[in-house]
């Protein structure tokens, strides 16, 4: 069986959607603590066993020395790739962050936003009642008199993590590095697998140099996600840790959560594709197949508006899996985790997207953005024959870090927000906290509180 079918005609769709998402997984929550607690305890000696054990003997020290960044070299065309992946990921972060900051005043005076800030004091942005054109009158006359406001602050020291050993993911350095630096924080660490040599692969290292990422560690799974929300003697404790990895990882990351800031779950690559009698079968299937490719717990959608145009694209995909380089992975991925659905309707078809809200989601149809406005929950959305899946995995702006497993009900890609911290300001006159006290006083005399209203009180005795 090449895929599970559904037809809406026949069968409840969504009811085999019920068992979608994140699952618990005791064997690797039992593993995973203890090389949290043996990292947390043992520090570097533990992080170098572990990269020992599981990713190269040959490692004998955890940090990529400088040197090896600095001079990584490929060749051209694979440099150029990585150069303009780098300059659009950083100009389409670049825009969110003006969009963002529209508006808010600038806490210091340094040069203009479009320029990265590859450490130093990173920007910071204000707004406050007295700037935001309020009309007092309609505002209880005290913000005459006070003012309260927000700071917008960029998070001092993040991590990335970078999938790595046998893999070679020089995109994923990119795609959570560049929009931290864009953000302003002033330091950004690269947590990743070496290879059997010991080492990272130029490619990892030259993507390093184009993110302009300040350090670099030879550390893999639970052990690296323990030692940056921790600390070690040489690898720094972040605030917050990013970017997408494998069940070990995802682990680690839940057990810490509370000693730093994650990104959230991003567990393994999904991909949704809605295809009407308008798709052109050879790209839907292409779409399908990206997403399925990188390890057989991958999972697919393929929602048609008919049985006939289903069973077309799964001929196409058929083609195009026989002596594919990934096959065995890519049928494993298809077989055991993956759905083909036939919709009512494209109104069905999309209240089933919103249902799965997939990681990836291609609509293949005819007037991609009218159906746009209906879908709710997707962690990237790409639109027509012309927008291939594999354009959002490596180059064209946004980050291919995304929700998955569901996910994207909540959840966002990564981007310039994950590394930004609102702080809340208040100044207030005597004649504000005049005005306020019998409020303040009225709430501590309600919740049993009477030292919150002398707090108040006790100023204008």
């Known amino acids: ?126 707004w406050d009642t007295g700037r935001a054109g309020m009309d007092v009158e309609q505002n209880l006359q005290a913000f005459a008199s006070g003012t309260r406001g927000q700071r917008l602050l960029p998070l001092d020291r993040v991590g990335v993590y970078v999938p790595g050993g046998n893999a070679n993911y020089p995109s994923s350095v990119l795609m959570n590095a560049i929009p931290a630096r864009v953000a302003g924080v002033r330091e950004v660490v690269v947590c990743s697998p070496a290879g059997d040599s010991g080492r990272h692969t130029d490619a990892v290292c030259f993507a390093l140099k184009e993110a302009n990422v300040d350090r670099a560690f030879r550390v893999g799974g639970a052990a690296a996600v323990a030692a940056m929300a921790f600390g070690t003697e040489t690898v720094p404790r972040v605030d917050k840790i990013v970017g997408p990895g494998n069940r070990w990882v995802n682990e680690a990351k839940r057990q810490v959560w509370g000693k730093v800031g994650l990104d959230g779950y991003a567990g393994p690559s999904e991909v949704c594709v809605v295809v009407d009698e308008t798709a052109n079968d050879r790209f839907a299937a292409a779409d399908l197949l990206t997403q399925v490719e990188h390890a057989p717990d991958n999972v697919a959608y393929l929602i048609a508006t008919s049985m006939e145009k289903l069973e077309s694209v799964l001929a196409e995909v058929e083609r195009q899996l026989m002596g594919a380089p990934r096959e065995a992975t890519m049928r494993a991925a298809l077989a055991d985790n993956s759905l083909a659905i036939v919709a009512l309707d494209l109104f069905e078809a999309i209240a089933l997207v919103n249902e799965i809200a997939p990681e990836h989601l291609t609509l293949s149809v005819e007037d991609p953005h009218r159906w746009l406005e209906k879908v709710q929950n997707a962690g990237c959305v790409l639109l027509g024959d012309w927008t291939p899946e594999s354009a959002g995995d490596y180059c064209i702006g946004p980050s291919h870090t995304l929700p998955t497993s569901g996910a994207a009900r909540w959840q966002s890609p990564v981007n310039v927000l994950e590394f930004l911290k609102v702080q809340s300001v208040s100044n207030l006159s005597k004649e504000a906290l005049e005005f306020w006290t019998p409020v303040i006083e009225a709430f501590g005399e309600m919740e049993g509180f009477p030292a919150h209203a002398r707090g108040a009180s006790i100023r204008f005795e």
């Open 1 to 126: 069986m090449l895929i599970r079918i559904i037809d809406a005609n026949v069968l409840d769709p969504f009811a085999a959607l019920q068992t979608a998402g994140a699952q618990r997984d005791e064997q690797a929550e039992a593993v995973v603590a203890a090389i949290i607690a043996n990292v947390r305890d043992r520090g570097d000696a533990a992080l170098l066993a572990n990269a020992q054990k599981f990713d190269s003997p040959n490692i004998t020290e955890l940090e990529v020395p400088a040197a090896d960044i600095e001079q990584a070299s490929l060749e051209p065309r694979f440099e150029s790739a990585i150069a303009t992946a780098a300059a659009q990921i950083n100009m389409f972060h670049t825009a969110q962050m003006l969009v963002l900051t529209s508006g808010l005043a600038r806490i210091d005076a340094r040069g203009p936003i479009e320029q990265v800030w590859p450490g130093g004091v990173p920007p910071k942005w204000s």
